[in-house]
């Protein structure tokens, strides 16, 4: 349970894919830790049904309310929130990481919502509950499903930002297409400040034709005529660290801090806080909880226009 209160100038990413198991999860909860390493304080909310960002701490199925609790306002967000310092519970959250679980009790919302209130606007369940977070952290990350779920569709309604995230294959870029086709209709459709903040690629392996041949693909198509590419320059490498880190329950801030594909992770969160920086100024990068930033890694977000999606 969160307790104090800050001034933090928060910012809302929703991180997904139309396709399943393309690295959402996992960039999820790296982000989120790379960040919490520079000393920003960090909420990961897990909206899927597979409760995938619960499961990578290694948190039991039915273990905490959280997600579904919080979205029918049976329980307040504060309330269900895990921060890892609860009594006879072994929860190993990096420093900084806090999270709302989930549990396949999700698959049940659409009933529970329309039982407690059949005018209530389901694609709205998002708003209220992460008002009451604002100024507690400088990122509210969440993790969605890969499919049009209410929470997922909640998501592009609250979310300042989105980050698409896909692997080297044929039907992850695919999904990459109707995800972008679903953040336009959430800006035609109530969420005006929702912008794409970039396309991450994770899961790979530089040394096959078709990962690299995809990659450049997707700098392609998301760079617009005399722009940058939405894409980010870091990529994320493929690596047996990466499952063997998520068995223990740990990401690989925890387990392997020296090793490659941490880096990257370090890298590619200094270019989301200077995409951030460059929308926002400067007055937000004073803002935010401190270990000040290195040398900033990536393009500068002024240059990132993918049509109204980026430029807002």
Known sequence: MV????????????????????GKTTNTVH?????????RRCLIFDLDMNHGATRHFGIPADSFLGAFEVLTGEEKPLDVIL?????????????????????????????????KNKFIVTQDVLVNPLSTLHGR????FLDTAP?????????????????????????AIAGLNDALSDIQAAREHGNRKLKLLGVVISGVDKRTTLANSLTEYVDKIFTPDG???????TVISRSTVVPQTQELGKTLFQTHKTHKVTDQYRALVREVESRI??????????????????????????????AEVVNG
Do not use: C, M
């Open 277 to 306: 920086e460059a929308v926002l100024g400067a007055s937000w990068r004073e803002a935010v909880s401190r270990a000040p930033l290195d040398e900033v890694v990536g393009p500068k977000a002024e240059s990132l226009q993918l």
């Open 31 to 39: 982000i989120a830790a790379a960040l919490a390493e520079l000393g």
């Open 83 to 115: 921060t890892g310092q609860e009594e006879d519970e072994d929860i190993f959250l990096p420093e900084n990481v806090h999270l709302i679980p989930a549990r396949r009790k999700l698959e049940k919302i659409d009933q529970a919502l329309a039982a």
């Open 3 to 22: 307790q104090e209160e800050t001034s933090l100038r928060t910012q809302i990413i929703a991180i997904g894919n139309q396709k399943g198991g393309v």
């Open 137 to 140: 952290y400088d990122y509210i």
């Open 227 to 233: 722009g940058r590419s939405a894409k980010f320059d």
């Open 147 to 171: 499919n049009a779920t209410t929470p997922t569709i909640a998501a592009y309604k609250a979310a300042d930002w989105f980050i698409l995230s896909a692997i080297p294959d044929p039907f």
